[in-house]
């Protein structure tokens, strides 16, 4: 009896001569690749600078949309994240986020508009000049940081596309592959992580499509190679890792929203006067390197960007609309 | 082995997770939301010396040997310790040593009233666990220290409760199947099941 285990694909399988033969394989490569020594190194050090090169994003500092607060350190913003596909602990991303694969990658735009496209990575991050803005970030849990992220305004991309007339929605679908992402083993939310916006929270210039952070590319924990920060909303409605965007007539059905209805809502404006079922969120803690025995900060309403946001809720009873 | 000596070295050795924060602070490894760390560190030694203080008596009916109940005070102050300490930064760094602000919180948060009513109780304990006290209520003391089960389920509420909005249940099963078989041993006729 042959005992198959149907988790082994059979390409997975090493042939059974080059397996018999490895030896010697082993010898051919060595020989082949001293006599190809020379070029090869010369092209790992090219390699390694035009990396180099390609971490760094130029972009321009919008003043008008940065906060003054003092920055959060890169290593905290880097270490200390939430981002379930790679774990459920704050440190989990950092250390697992490895193995996702950002290049090549491409993004969608589909659904209520005129022009549906795919377009790769390289192509999107030209779409629009890039700009340094420094926001402030708010979990629901909590807690917030101040970073410097680099893009440009999702709006330039959803002009691109032309939207019709019937499109109200705007859902971002992220990638969610099991083989780069060990946290989707388990079910706490159903993958793949959907967050929305209502379109014309969408169209707002601070709505932004990010690529870097401190004038990188995005390290694999915040997102690569491509996130949305929507600033004046709790941090989980900035969906990271997009591979969709796809504009709707129906309100989309965001993943936190699906697991707990009662506890997280589609709108999630930072709100300091509604509370969270089981905690305020009237106050936060401030993560910028000051003394760790500080006392919470204030919370504010849309974190601050009441004057960008505030009239696209006029008449909306945001106790309701949560 | 000498039950002195014994209770010295469990002495030492319960205050490690309070060396290992100030330890982890020095060297600013506490993450990059101390408080918080701090807070759930506290939190989780406090149940964690709970199920041990739960496990003495438990642990004499099966070896026989009475000393394990003796060490039942240190481990009962070690609870009550972590307990405090977690309260303590709760209300000192989310509510300013605000009394009002932090009463508001307890009664319109179930899972934080559970924890508050759990530290209370487990106060009342800590307070009457010297010669005096025990000798000043007499009957009524062993009474009153049967609260340490109210106390343990209310704790594990309060931590599943706490969980609750990440779904992410694996740790506070774990506390969830300690607390329950040591409650559950307890039952007259499991517990002359089990005895030597």
Redesign the interface.
């Known amino acids: 009896m042959i005992f198959k285990d149907p988790r082994i694909k059979s390409r997975d399988i090493t042939p059974q001569d080059v397996f018999a033969h490895r030896r010697k394989l082993l010898k051919i490569l060595t020989v082949g690749s001293l006599a190809a020594g020379l070029s090869s190194s010369l092209q790992y050090e090219a390699f390694a600078l035009t990396e180099n090169n390609q971490k760094k994003l130029k972009a321009k500092y919008n003043q008008k949309y940065s906060v003054k607060d003092k920055h959060?350190s890169f290593?905290?913003?880097t270490?200390?994240n939430n981002f379930y596909e790679f774990g459920?602990d704050?440190?989990d991303p950092a250390r697992y986020a490895k193995s996702l694969i950002t290049r090549p990658w491409t993004i969608s735009i589909e659904g209520l508009v005129q022009k549906p496209m795919t377009i790769d990575f390289d192509s999107l991050i030209k779409l629009s000049a890039l700009e340094e803005r420094v926001y402030r970030m708010r979990c629901v849990e909590g807690?917030s940081m101040v970073i410097p992220w680099n893009g440009f305004s999702l709006l330039n991309l959803l002009n691109k596309v032309e939207p019709l007339g019937t499109a109200k929605y705007v859902e971002f679908i992220t990638l969610a592959d099991p083989k780069q992402m060990p946290g989707l083993s388990?079910s706490?939310i159903a993958w793949p992580y959907l967050e929305g916006l209502r379109l014309d929270e969408a169209m707002n210039p601070l709505t932004f499509l990010t690529f870097g952070i401190y004038g990188e590319i995005l390290p694999n924990q915040n997102g690569a190679p491509v996130r949305i920060v929507v600033p004046w909303k709790y941090g989980f409605k900035s969906a990271k890792s997009i591979v969709k965007i796809r504009l709707t007539d129906q309100e989309p059905i965001t993943s936190w929203h699906r697991?707990?209805p009662m506890?997280y809502g589609f709108y999630s404006n930072v709100n300091p006067n509604v509370?969270h079922?089981?905690?305020?969120q009237s106050?936060e803690?401030r993560?910028d390197g000051r003394n760790?025995?500080s006392?919470?900060i204030k919370t504010e309403m849309f974190n601050g960007y009441e004057e960008y946001v505030a009239q696209l809720y006029t008449g909306m009873d945001l106790r309701k609309f949560y | 082995m000498n039950i002195i000596l014994v209770k010295r070295i469990v002495f030492v050795l319960g205050l490690i997770p309070l060396l290992r924060l100030f330890i982890l602070?020095y060297l600013g490894d506490?993450?990059?939301?101390?408080?918080?760390f701090i807070t759930r560190s506290t939190g989780t030694w406090t149940i964690t010396f709970l199920c041990m203080t739960l496990a003495m008596s438990p642990l004499r009916w099966i070896t026989g040997f009475s000393q394990w109940v003796q060490l039942r005070k240190t481990l009962g102050l070690f609870t009550f310790f972590y307990g405090f300490l977690h309260f303590t930064i709760w209300y000192w760094?989310?509510h300013?040593l605000n009394f009002l602000a932090m009463i508001s919180?307890v009664i319109?948060?179930p899972?934080i009233a559970m924890g508050f009513i759990a530290f209370v109780i487990m106060s009342l304990l800590a307070i009457t666990s010297n010669q005096t006290a025990m000798r000043l209520l007499g009957g009524k003391w062993k009474m009153l220290h049967r609260f340490i089960y109210l106390i343990a389920i209310l704790a594990v509420i309060h931590y599943f409760?706490?969980k609750?909005?990440?779904?992410?249940f694996t740790v506070v099963y774990i506390y969830t199947g300690t607390i329950f078989s040591l409650l559950f041993i307890r039952i007259p006729w499991i517990k002359r099941f089990i005895k030597k």
């Open positions: 959060t290593k905290d913003a270490n200390y459920m704050k440190d807690w388990s706490i697991t707990a506890e509370s079922p089981r905690w305020s106050t803690r993560i760790i025995f006392s919470k | 602070g506490l993450t990059a939301n101390p408080i918080e760094l989310d300013n919180d319109k948060r899972f409760w706490h609750e909005g990440k779904r992410d």
